[in-house]
């Protein structure tokens, strides 16, 4: 994943374990009421429907390895997210209007993919 600036999902939590490594930049982790900040080569492990958030409060984008088990949840970061020309590709710009229009197709996108947002929590 490449975090931009400001990026990231509101609290939620799904079916499934989650695991977030940090690649590249830092990234703000909230789990279980505490939040830290991973830096490049630090992880944290997001068990089955623990609440959770994570944003990237810094500047620059994040790179990010997400690891989902089991397997799945791809298909949703793909319609909720933007694919990019390259792993190198900068994060495109997403004005205030495409980020309103995201935020309206999440409930039925988080239904299917067994993830409930939990929008009041933030």
Do not use: K, W
Not at 89 to 111: D, G, K, Q, T
């Amino acid at each position: 994943m490449l975090v931009s600036p400001g990026g990231g999902p509101p609290p939620h939590r799904h079916d499934f374990e989650e695991t977030f490594s940090v690649l590249d930049g830092e990234l703000e982790v909230t789990f279980r009421g505490e939040t830290r900040v991973l830096r490049a080569g630090e992880t944290a492990n997001i068990p089955a429907n623990a609440p959770h958030a994570f944003r990237n409060p810094t500047g620059s984008a994040v790179h990010l390895l997400c690891t989902c088990s089991p397997a799945g949840q791809e298909r949703f970061f793909a319609l909720a997210g933007d694919r990019l020309a390259s792993r190198d590709a900068p994060a495109p710009e997403v004005s205030a209007a495409e980020r309103a229009a995201r935020m309206a197709r999440m409930p039925a996108l988080s239904a299917e993919y067994r993830t409930e947002m939990l929008l009041g929590d933030r």
